[in-house]
DNA sequence: ATCGATTATTCAATAAGTTGACTACATGGA
DNA sequence: TCCATGTAGTCAACTTATTGAATAATCGAT
């Protein structure tokens, strides 16, 4: 039942609709937590229930109204006694990784293509959370930006997202490589290459 | 239903029974797939109903018999089938992410436990990982190892979890010294480190 | 003028995952 | 001797998550 805490935190940047949050609001905690609309949608009306966060209705011209929520004092109450909880290990669910490590017994031209298609995604998400970062900092170099006492905690998550994809891509380019070398692949551009 | 694909992949190292599986079986599936005991059994029990395992019952002395599962020919070809078919997002879910996003308005002593707690996890991890390259490698170089025609998957998850677990301790480090500094808490040494 | 995409949400049916307790035997340490 | 720990697994109850469809309005393009 963390959901919940995700959908706190992902409050703390300001107020949003379900629609909002299931379109990866602003990319902030989407990136570490990711759930599908409907659960959203059932977690939000559930927290409105426990009083966590509170709805406002926006009504919208040339487009249906919506429901917008934000953090009750409960709410951030419950999300502050979650920071100090004990973490569960971090859950990953990763077929791609699953496909490379049956990629010898099987389709290595699809599991080029896979690891691909991740690059590709990769490279766009990397690009995105630069544009990101060059929004938080405004001109400032890091240490300022540290020393102006804004919030961290979206910084620093920020950080592991970028380090994160960095690390993705260059992985993604070798395994590749290695791949189009041993199955005799021809070697085609990608999209997003150059 | 990709859980079962996981347990295929993990496998083609060889037999295992659903302990051994529970118990990471040897690093290497389990590092982007973690499942619990119970779906383990579970899902090994069906694939035994659907043919796409066998079981064979080790008598062994002195503890409980096992059930040790492999592949059969049905069970490699699913698993050959699903190399090919497109792969869905990865799905992460980080706890300790949701509360480093959070720590502004939360109890920042009590993130930077969690976070160093992670440090210490992964570098412990990342020892083992160490540790199994050299086995895999047995002195030959990374060159040499890959032009020796042995399967190449497991290198490729295995290095991708070296620069994982790389990129984890260095932002931890970063993090702990940055929400020490802002917090005007006490530098004190951390398990593991030195 | 109709088709498909986008915004915004809800409902119902399954599928998947988690938790806790329980059985059984053996080993090693206090 | 008793207790904790490790091996090896099962059962039942419960919570979460996924999938597919339905509604309803607008916008842009063909």
Redesign the interface.
């Known amino acids: 039942m963390?959901l919940r805490?995700?959908v706190?935190?992902a409050l703390?940047e300001g107020e949003a609709s379900g629609y909002d949050l299931a379109k990866g609001f602003d990319a902030?905690?989407a990136?570490?937590?990711?759930a599908t609309p409907q659960q959203l949608y059932r977690e939000l009306e559930r927290m409105e229930g426990e009083g966590l966060v509170q709805a406002r209705v926006v009504e919208q011209e040339r487009r249906p109204n919506k429901r917008v929520f934000s953090l009750t004092d409960a709410g951030?109450a419950a999300?502050?006694d979650?920071?100090?909880t004990?973490?569960?290990?971090?859950?990953?669910?990763?077929?791609?990784?699953?496909?490379?490590?049956?990629?010898?017994?099987?389709?290595a031209e699809?599991?080029v293509e896979?690891v691909s298609?991740?690059l590709a995604?990769s490279r766009g998400k990397l690009a995105r959370y630069e544009r990101l970062r060059e929004r938080l900092l405004v001109g400032r170099g890091e240490e300022e930006y540290?020393a102006s006492g804004g919030?961290?905690?979206?910084y620093?998550?920020l950080?592991?997202g970028l380090?994160?994809e960095r690390?993705n891509i260059?992985?993604a380019e070798?395994?590749v490589g290695?791949?189009r070398q041993?199955h005799g692949l021809v070697t085609h551009a990608v999209d997003g290459e150059r």
């Open positions: 963390s805490h995700a706190l935190a703390l902030s905690v990136n570490f937590w990711m951030s999300l502050h979650f920071t100090a004990p973490a569960k290990p971090t859950a990953i669910r990763d077929e791609l990784m699953v496909k490379v490590q049956a990629v010898d017994s099987g389709d699809a599991v896979a298609a991740q995604f540290l919030r961290v905690g979206p620093l998550t950080m592991r380090s994160f690390e260059a992985w070798r395994t290695i791949l041993r």
